[in-house]
């Protein structure tokens, strides 16, 4: 049985730290000590919910889920 996944991306360019994904996600995102969000890039499945939400809320649309197996 495969699974899909998803990688998690965040665009540093793009990014002007809202900070709305550190919100929705603190177990996924956090600001970096130059104020751009970074992120685990192959969180948990069952948090993949959480990041989806953050992709919704981020307002530069930096965020970004990449589908994996």
């Given at each position: 049985?495969?699974?899909?996944?998803?990688?998690?991306?965040?665009d540093?360019?793009?990014?002007?730290?809202?900070?709305?994904?550190?919100?929705?996600?603190?177990?996924?995102f956090?600001?970096s000590?130059?104020?751009?969000?970074?992120?685990?890039?192959?969180?948990?499945?069952?948090?993949?919910?959480?990041?989806?939400?953050?992709?919704?809320?981020?307002?530069?649309?930096?965020?970004?889920?990449?589908?994996?197996?």
């Amino acid at each position: 049985m495969t699974t899909t996944r998803g990688r998690v991306s965040v665009d540093a360019r793009m990014c002007e730290a809202h900070a709305l994904c550190v919100e929705i996600a603190p177990e996924i995102f956090e600001l970096s000590d130059d104020d751009v969000a970074i992120c685990d890039e192959n969180p948990p499945e069952a948090l993949l919910p959480k990041a989806r939400s953050a992709v919704d809320a981020c307002p530069r649309q930096a965020i970004s889920i990449t589908p994996t197996i």
